[in-house]
């Protein structure tokens, strides 16, 4: 359905598909889930009055300096869990990679694993989506990649800025979007399998 909420990056078609099959799999798993409701990103923007576009200050590992970079994740949605009669909630902000992104950059204006980690430590760490998006349930991070390597490499350079471990930050492997694409059908393991974290036991979201 149009939303003047919606939210879409002017990147390449492939990306944007990867984005918007990572999303819609999540939903139609909570099709199956009488537990489960989906709460689409414009919901949440236009409740908020707000793009998902925000400034967010972090230190440059490099120069030491602070800088401010616009954050722009791919996508927004909640999960809203109904056990018992007893209603909670949880929001999402999905980072999709198909390899194409860099581990780390000499210059910060270039987006990186490393300047995620770093911008997401302050946005969703520091608290700060709490007052962009006026919620007050907890906000995760889904960062899918196309191969195990790339997600490894995230997990380490996570695990190098969080060393006693990262609760926000999860990871997941759909090879689905890789070098040779193929459409895939729904995946629904997004919902339903473990996602993996830094130094600490993976997790899975369909579980309040």
């Given at each position: 359905l149009w939303s003047d909420y919606g939210h879409s990056h002017a990147g390449p078609w492939i990306h944007k598909h990867m984005v918007a099959c990572i999303t819609a799999s999540i939903e139609l798993a909570t099709l199956d889930d009488a537990n489960l409701t989906y709460i689409p990103g414009?919901?949440?923007l236009e409740r908020a009055q707000t793009s998902l576009r925000y400034a967010v200050p972090f230190k440059n590992p490099k120069t030491g300096k602070a800088e401010k970079v616009d954050l722009i994740p791919d996508a927004l949605f909640g999960l809203e869990y109904n056990i018992d009669g007893k209603k909670s909630y949880r929001f999402f902000l999905v980072e999709a990679d198909r390899a194409s992104e860099p581990s780390r950059t000499t210059k910060f204006n270039r987006?990186?694993?490393l300047r995620n980690i770093l911008q997401y430590r302050?946005?969703?760490?520091g608290g700060l989506y709490k007052d962009h998006l006026k919620l007050t349930a907890?906000?995760?991070?889904l960062n899918?990649?196309?191969s195990e390597q790339t997600m490894r490499k995230m997990i380490e350079l996570t695990g190098e800025v969080s060393p006693r471990g990262n609760t926000y930050m999860l990871f997941q492997v759909a090879g689905e979007f890789g070098r040779f694409?193929?459409?895939p059908k729904p995946m629904l393991g997004l919902a339903t399998d473990q996602w993996r974290r830094a130094e600490l036991e993976g997790i899975d979201i369909a579980t309040a």
């Open positions: 414009s919901a949440i987006k990186s694993h302050e946005y969703v760490g907890g906000l995760l991070v899918v990649t196309t694409f193929k459409p």
